[in-house]
């Protein structure tokens, strides 16, 4: 399956096939200075896959996890592009999760200005999450993805073969991204949801969320509005991440986020879903910490907070609300 | 005079207007947060006046020159951001040279991924070549503008007011950017300079190189081709600068590195201008260095080299030569 996102002079393809990673050099231009880089969590052999089939591979492996998502890590990779030498004509491949394709897509971004870059995500949240859109960041002082661009890459693959080795946690986590997309978007993709048959039509449940996604990057690509409905789920979500000392995955925040944002009867059809899926759907925590977490988040704006909500399966709305109100509402869901 | 640069949705004017640097917050939106950025070489009532007319300004101002252009000064830039909570309506204002537009324009590319960018050039040189073109950079082990984004501004304020604390050298290396506009774009524009008018006519100067420049940005916005035009005298003149260890300026680099991309009659007639502007028109360093040094430039590719070449004022061809020709046309001319 190809899904195309169309952005003017920088569309892209996304082809999602049983696997394309062994494709790469035919469905990639490598025959350049390949910049191919992961992270110590993804096994060895994928990026070793990749950078086989290019002809000038600099391969690099930072160490995994968000703590390496930051502005030194970036420039390490700065530091290869420079020592070899890279033109405007070469470019980064990033095989990993979200963490690496953020920080070398930033790398490309940033590197003469901005170079190619081809994106193979290996983590079903970053394939479902991460491979349309072009953001790409790294933190900065405790902010999450603080310093970034708007970097479209210029091809996607995403091989959902690599998902044999993810354990079930991951995959879990994965899926709540695609809940996400299901119920703002997709409701057909929410039912597919609620008959318990998302691991076995995991290709399908990537392509709808994508689809759904694309939808709204395509109106607008750099977060002037719309896309802002992306956050669904994320407002709390990065909240609760943070709080937790990152002990908790970035979709099982995600899950966890979703709860406050939709009222019953919603609500009970998402905790049935999330259960279905081992996804938290309580959170132990103190809210007041999550609060004050949210109160720092970069989207602050006032007392008052802008949320997105969901009424009914399948679309969405903009809410500017008080903390306070936000904070009785979690308090009702955790 | 307001000239408009066209790029669909990221147009923008350069307004040209003697004391509009008072007028600033009628002209640019500051009633918001402020990060104005400033150099020591920059008169401190300049930053000041601006800073004066925002809401909420946070003024910055790092140390002059070009070795503050770096990642290390950007990051003391994205510092202030982030420590002064601005948002994504907030913005950052350039009063400066080219380097703290570059500096501080790559700070608000990357911000956010992308805040509200205003310049206000106070040199000669970057009222004509900075201020229109939405590149931005810092440098990185050794390469000019290694690091960096295509990031517009929002509008930009040319003060012809403040060129009169400028030194006259500052005024002639800024000619030289005028100069080759006029060359590959602005015949009327080389006549006036030969005519030894720029300096009384300097208004007119800015507004005609700006749009000769706009007219090749506007067709191609990130340098995939026709932009590379706006090099001319460049790959000569950067490798003369670090050469040089920056003992002359920018713009009497490029005055140089114009030199050997002409031939007669053109050659004479460039060499008389820039004599009458006070611009050097010959070199006596090392001529292999200076090749060396090139070698070393992001625009390598292989033992060949694409430079511009001006056959006829006002026209411009690429040329794709071997090092050791264009060796020989330095060491004829300098």
Redesign the interface.
């Known amino acids: 399956m190809t899904l195309t996102v169309r952005l003017g002079d920088r569309t892209y393809d996304v082809v999602i096939e049983r696997g394309c990673l062994r494709r790469a050099g035919e469905l990639l231009n490598l025959n350049r200075k390949v910049l191919v880089v992961t992270d110590s969590g993804v096994p060895a052999e994928y990026a070793k896959t990749v950078a086989d089939q290019c002809r000038e591979p600099v391969l690099v492996t930072f160490e995994q996890g968000e703590k390496s998502k930051n502005?030194q890590t970036w420039?390490t990779l700065?530091?290869q592009l420079?020592?070899a030498?890279f033109?405007?004509g070469d470019c980064v491949v990033a095989v990993g999760g979200g963490v690496a394709g953020d920080m070398s897509g930033f790398a490309a971004?940033?590197?003469?200005?901005?170079i190619d870059f081809y994106n193979i995500p290996t983590t079903l949240l970053s394939q479902i999450d991460s491979s349309v859109g072009g953001?790409v960041?790294v933190d900065?002082?405790g902010?999450k993805?603080?310093?970034?661009?708007?970097h479209q890459p210029k091809r996607v693959l995403v091989d959902p073969e690599v998902l044999k080795t993810l354990d079930s946690r991951q995959i879990s986590a994965g899926m709540a991204e695609a809940v996400k997309m299901a119920l703002i978007g997709d409701e057909e993709l929410f039912e597919l949801f609620e008959r318990g048959e998302a691991f076995d039509r995991v290709e399908e449940v990537i392509y709808r969320s994508l689809k759904a996604k694309a939808l709204v990057v395509e109106q607008d690509e750099?977060?002037g509005g719309l896309r802002r409905v992306l956050n669904f789920g994320h407002t709390v979500g990065h909240a609760v991440e943070t709080v937790s000392g990152y002990s908790l995955l970035h979709g099982e925040c995600v899950a966890l986020g979703m709860l406050p944002m939709v009222s019953d009867p919603i609500r009970k059809r998402l905790s049935a879903v999330l259960e279905s899926l081992n996804l938290p759907t309580f959170y132990r925590g103190d809210c007041d910490e999550i609060i004050s977490a949210m109160a720092h988040d970069?989207?602050?704006?006032g007392k008052d907070i802008t949320v997105v909500r969901c009424n009914q399966v399948g679309s969405f709305e903009f809410c500017t609300v008080p903390f306070d109100e936000l904070a009785n509402e979690m308090k009702e869901v955790f």
Chains 1, 2 share one sequence.
Do not use: H, P, Q
């Not at 993805?145 to 708007?150: E, K, L, P, R, T």
């Open positions: 502005v420039m700065l530091d420079v020592e030498g033109t405007r971004a940033a590197y003469l200005r901005g953001k960041a900065y002082k902010y993805n603080i310093v970034g661009a708007f750099t977060e970069k989207k602050r704006d």
